[in-house]
Each structure stands twice: as structure tokens, then as C-alpha cells.
């Protein structure tokens, strides 16, 4: 490959930066002798250089292209294999230990620059974040709102498909026509034609109804056999379809998995939601709302059962049902403690239906609720 009886037969790919040629550089291959460094073009000129006073620099974009520079030439050699740092290292010994050791240095002094000028960046972000919490809740929540409402429906039908339901599953025709006749009642008033519902009866004692996001609800056992009259029930539900509207679980997500997840979701990262939906969503938990989103739940069923013709007095009317019955937060209501207490919630809704109900020409449900309860 070259006269020198001194080369050593490892080959390196690469080229020569050479100002006499229009492009600047040219391809070569490149061998260590004991004298230096030898490229060879591909039209056969040799360029050498010596160990002694060479010059060695790494750049490119990346920082893999190590060169070669003679003290006082214009010529250079390149090379952007992983081990051609290693064959100067070992071929050329004390010549040009001082430049390797100089190149090492520069390499740790800039990854440590990088390093502190993220983690300054990262501090600044974490105490910005922590000064003003509502600014990244409020983020979050934009960027939930701009998901596509798939997300919604593939997280609540992995959960609904892998949460311990809570009892059995009845499967009674006339007490799920009864839910059935509620639901699509209501349904029949949203405008948004991307949410669906589907439901399941869980024969459970708790007082209790749920849905997860994408419109998957569960009604308990405990809430048909507590409630008077249909109405009652299908104010709960409207209330849990109000929690499905305004993508609630979804926000209880995103806001639960943390400052650094919730950057990467800001940054378009849909997929950690759907990773850790499951852990969130238990039946022990499910209900898990802020107060301000039972509030806000609250005041859309009623006025989700004002447009359907539904009683929505039967909502506060169930509330103090249940106060009278239980008191403030009962062990069988255990969900409640952290929603708004019966007599803030009563009031707030009967305060809303005077308001936007001028007339209370109600149209009944039409469900037989005695044989209904009675088949439970």
C-alpha cells in the first residue's frame, strides 16, 4: 500500500482535507507507521505526517471525525472510525500523548458544560413549575383537550377489561332496560357525536356508580336498591356521563403521573397515559375527583336532566336521602370524602335548576322501579 517497509497493514477509511483541490478534501485510505500517518488518495498521491508536532482535533457534527493536522502545512487526515483515535494512541506513544490528553480534557470539559447547563435548565424548570402549579395544570389540561378522543376510549376499555369489577355482572333483561332507558335519555342530548356509552350492573352493596374514560359505566347493585324512584338514579348517571364530557379521568391521569411524565406529555407523548391507566384506575379509587370537578359534574347533570325532561330535583333529592340515612360520609359511601358535602351539593343544584328551569312540566321515566328493585 505505500514504500514505507514500516506500515502496518490496518486500514482506516477516511480522506485528506487539502486546499489545492476544489472540494477541500478527498477520499483516502489511512495507515499508522512508526514515522506517522499515511493517506493515499485514490489517484495514488501520498500525504504524510509526522508524529512529532501533529496536531490532532476532533469536530464534525457529532464529534467522531478525528484529524490530523502538521505543524505548519495545509494538508490534514481524517478519519471517522471508532478506532482510529486508538491506533494514534498506540502507534504514536509519547509523540502524541500531550494532543490525546489535551483532546480527552476538552471532550470531559464540554459533556460536564452540557451537563450543567441542563441541569441549571431543569432546576429553573422544576422551580417555575412548583412557583406556579396552576400554569402546568393548565397546560396539561390544553394539551388533554387536544388528544383525540381515542385515547379516552382505549384506556377505558383496557381498564374496564382488567379491573376487579366488584361482584358479579347481572345480567337481569328488565334491570338493565331500566338502566338502558336512562342512559339513552341522556345520551340523546349531547351533541357531541364522538361519545358512546356502554354500562354494566355489578351486583355490589356500595351505593355507587362510576365511568371510565371513553364512556365505559358501572352501575352498583347498592344505588338501585338506595334510590326511591328511576329518576334518582339517572341523575347519577348524568353526573358520571358529565365526568366522561369533560374528560375528567383522562385529566386525572395526566395530572397524577408527575412534573416530568406530564413535560413529555405537553411534548406530545400520548403514550404514558395508556401505560399506567390501570394502576390509576381501581375500584377503590375510581372515584377520585377534585371538588371542583364534582361541582362542575354536578351542575352539567343537571342540566343534562333539564334537557331530557328529567326531574333534576331527584339528584339533590337522592343526596338527602342519603344524609338522612347515613349521615355525612357513610363507610358504604366512602367515595364521597372527597366530593362536596350533601348540603353544599343540594343547594348548589336546586339554586341551578331554579335558574334555568322556568316551568317543571317533567316527562316520568316510564320504568316499573318496585319490580326493577324487587328483581335484585
Given at each position: 500500500?505505500?514504500?514505507?517497509?514500516?506500515?502496518?497493514?490496518?486500514?482506516?477509511?477516511?480522506?485528506?482535507?487539502?486546499?489545492?483541490?476544489?472540494?477541500?478534501?478527498?477520499?483516502?485510505?489511512?495507515?499508522?507507521?512508526?514515522?506517522?500517518?499515511?493517506?493515499?488518495?485514490?489517484?495514488?498521491?501520498?500525504?504524510?505526517?509526522?508524529?512529532q508536532g501533529m496536531r490532532i482535533e476532533r469536530g464534525g457534527a457529532s464529534?467522531?471525525?478525528?484529524?490530523?493536522?502538521?505543524?505548519?502545512?495545509?494538508?490534514?487526515?481524517?478519519?471517522?472510525?471508532?478506532?482510529?483515535?486508538?491506533?494514534?494512541?498506540?502507534?504514536?506513544?509519547?509523540?502524541?500523548?500531550?494532543?490525546?490528553?489535551?483532546?480527552?480534557?476538552?471532550?470531559?470539559?464540554?459533556?460536564?458544560?452540557?451537563?450543567?447547563?441542563?441541569?441549571?435548565?431543569?432546576?429553573?424548570?422544576?422551580?417555575?413549575?412548583?412557583?406556579?402549579?396552576?400554569?402546568?395544570?393548565?397546560?396539561?389540561?390544553?394539551?388533554?383537550?387536544?388528544?383525540?378522543?381515542?385515547?379516552?376510549?382505549?384506556?377505558?376499555?383496557?381498564?374496564?377489561?382488567?379491573?376487579?369489577?366488584?361482584?358479579?355482572?347481572?345480567?337481569?333483561?328488565?334491570?338493565?332496560?331500566?338502566?338502558?332507558?336512562?342512559?339513552?335519555?341522556?345520551?340523546?342530548?349531547?351533541?357531541?357525536?364522538?361519545?358512546?356509552?356502554?354500562?354494566?350492573?355489578?351486583?355490589?352493596?356500595?351505593?355507587?356508580?362510576?365511568?371510565?374514560?371513553?364512556?365505559?359505566?358501572?352501575?352498583?347493585?347498592?344505588?338501585?336498591?338506595?334510590?326511591?324512584?328511576?329518576?334518582?338514579?339517572?341523575?347519577?348517571?348524568?353526573?358520571?356521563?358529565?365526568?366522561?364530557?369533560?374528560?375528567?379521568?383522562?385529566?386525572?391521569i395526566a395530572h397524577s403521573i408527575g412534573v416530568w411524565v406530564g413535560i413529555?406529555?405537553?411534548?406530545?407523548?400520548?403514550?404514558?397515559?395508556?401505560?399506567?391507566?390501570?394502576?390509576?384506575?381501581?375500584?377503590?379509587?375510581v372515584n377520585d375527583y377534585s371538588q371542583d370537578q364534582e361541582r362542575e359534574?354536578?351542575?352539567?347533570?343537571?342540566?343534562?336532566?333539564?334537557?331530557?325532561?328529567?326531574?333534576?330535583?331527584?339528584?339533590?333529592?337522592?343526596?338527602?336521602?342519603?344524609?338522612?340515612?347515613?349521615?355525612?360520609?357513610?363507610?358504604?359511601?366512602?367515595?364521597?370524602?372527597?366530593?362536596?358535602?350533601?348540603?353544599?351539593?343540594?343547594?348548589?343544584?336546586?339554586?341551578?335548576?331554579?335558574?334555568?328551569?322556568?316551568?317543571?312540566?317533567?316527562?316520568?321515566?316510564?320504568?316499573?322501579?318496585?319490580?326493577?328493585?324487587?328483581?335484585?
Open positions: 500500500m505505500t514504500d514505507d517497509p514500516y506500515a502496518r497493514e490496518r486500514e482506516f477509511g477516511g480522506g485528506i482535507f487539502d486546499s489545492s483541490v476544489a472540494s477541500g478534501r478527498r477520499q483516502a485510505r489511512i495507515h499508522a507507521t512508526p514515522t506517522g500517518i499515511v493517506a493515499r488518495a485514490e489517484d495514488g498521491e501520498e500525504v504524510r505526517i509526522a508524529w464529534g467522531d471525525v478525528v484529524s490530523c493536522h502538521a505543524p505548519h502545512g495545509r494538508a490534514a487526515i481524517f478519519s471517522e472510525e471508532p478506532e482510529f483515535l486508538r491506533e494514534l494512541e498506540s502507534i504514536g506513544g509519547n509523540e502524541v500523548s500531550d494532543e490525546l490528553a489535551r483532546l480527552a480534557g476538552e471532550r470531559i470539559a464540554t459533556r460536564r458544560g452540557h451537563a450543567i447547563r441542563w441541569s441549571i435548565v431543569l432546576v429553573l424548570l422544576v422551580l417555575v413549575l412548583g412557583a406556579i402549579p396552576r400554569v402546568f395544570r393548565k397546560s396539561i389540561d390544553g394539551v388533554v383537550s387536544a388528544l383525540p378522543y381515542s385515547v379516552d376510549e382505549a384506556i377505558g376499555k383496557a381498564v374496564s377489561e382488567t379491573m376487579e369489577p366488584g361482584g358479579k355482572e347481572v345480567e337481569d333483561e328488565q334491570v338493565r332496560a331500566a338502566i338502558q332507558v336512562m342512559i339513552d335519555r341522556l345520551a340523546a342530548q349531547l351533541e357531541d357525536e364522538h361519545l358512546s356509552f356502554e354500562f354494566r350492573v355489578i351486583e355490589n352493596d356500595q351505593v355507587n356508580a362510576f365511568a371510565l374514560p371513553g364512556g365505559y359505566i358501572t352501575v352498583f347493585t347498592g344505588l338501585i336498591l338506595e334510590a326511591e324512584r328511576p329518576e334518582q338514579v339517572a341523575g347519577v348517571l348524568a353526573h358520571e356521563i358529565a365526568h366522561v364530557m369533560h374528560r375528567d379521568g383522562l385529566r386525572r413529555e406529555l405537553i411534548l406530545g407523548d400520548a403514550e404514558g397515559l395508556q401505560a399506567i391507566a390501570k394502576k390509576l384506575f381501581t375500584l377503590a379509587t359534574a354536578d351542575a352539567e347533570g343537571v342540566r343534562l336532566m333539564i334537557a331530557a325532561r328529567l326531574d333534576p330535583h331527584a339528584l339533590a333529592e337522592f343526596f338527602e336521602l342519603l344524609e338522612r340515612k347515613y349521615g355525612d360520609v357513610p363507610d358504604p359511601l366512602s367515595w364521597l370524602s372527597t366530593h362536596p358535602l350533601y348540603g353544599e351539593r343540594v343547594s348548589a343544584i336546586e339554586t341551578q335548576v331554579d335558574e334555568l328551569a322556568s316551568e317543571e312540566s317533567w316527562e316520568p321515566l316510564g320504568v316499573d322501579w318496585a319490580t326493577v328493585r324487587g328483581r335484585l
